[in-house]
């Protein structure tokens, strides 16, 4: 597993520790909302070592797979069993804005009562994770806004 992966998956474990008892049954109603600034440029800077050198060729399958940034969202969904959608944007910097109106578009789906959101990003050894486990029926806890998104980033 590549390190914006590990990220996730580590802070997905943390998140939903006491949340999700259950790993074996399907997750129909819960929607993975993700985002990042890197995408996965780390994994890219180590693809393009295995194929730059035409003496040394080597082109990595493994590293080749996490050329992509949503491999986060997949692997968090596998663990838990979560068949809702998943979804991973790129943004120049981080911004709760973005992520709570993709939370709350992710919410128009009728079916979705939970979302895992956030933030993850890696590169070169700089990690910064915030997920947050928003659900539709929100009567405890800190409330879902933007300014809270913020507040917990910082």
Same mark, same amino acid.
């Given at each position: 597993?590549?390190?914006?992966s590990?990220?996730?998956?580590?802070?997905?474990?943390?998140?939903?520790?006491?949340?999700?008892?259950?790993?074996?049954?399907?997750?129909? =109603?819960?929607?993975?909302?993700?985002?990042n600034?890197?995408?996965?440029?780390?994994?890219?800077?180590?693809?393009?070592?295995?194929?730059?050198?035409?003496?040394?060729?080597?082109?990595?399958?493994?590293v080749?797979?996490?050329?992509?940034?949503?491999?986060?969202?997949?692997?968090?969904?596998?663990? +838990?069993?979560?068949?809702?959608?998943?979804?991973?944007?790129?943004?120049e910097?981080?911004?709760?804005?973005?992520?709570?109106?993709?939370?709350?578009?992710?919410?128009? =789906?009728?079916?979705?009562?939970?979302?895992?959101?956030?933030?993850?990003?890696?590169?070169?050894?700089?990690? +910064?994770?915030?997920?947050?486990?928003?659900s539709?029926e929100n009567?405890?806890?800190?409330?879902?806004?933007? +300014?809270?998104?913020?507040?917990?980033?910082?």
């Open positions: 597993m590549d390190n914006l590990k990220a996730g998956f580590l802070a997905s474990e943390l998140l939903l520790k006491d949340e999700i008892s259950d790993r074996e049954s399907l997750k129909k =109603d819960i929607s993975i909302v993700l985002m600034r890197c995408a996965s440029l780390d994994d890219d800077r180590m693809y393009q070592e295995t194929i730059q050198d035409k003496e040394n060729y080597f082109p990595s399958p493994a080749f797979v996490y050329t992509l940034p949503n491999i986060v969202t997949g692997e968090i969904a596998i663990r +838990n069993k979560i068949t809702g959608e998943t979804s991973f944007f790129i943004s910097t981080f911004s709760p804005e973005k992520i709570y109106y993709t939370t709350l578009h992710a919410f128009s =789906d009728e079916s979705i009562s939970r979302v895992i959101c956030g933030w993850t990003d890696y590169e070169l050894n700089n990690c +910064n994770v915030l997920l947050l486990l928003i539709k009567n405890k806890g800190i409330p879902f806004n933007i +300014n809270n998104i913020y507040n917990l980033h910082i």
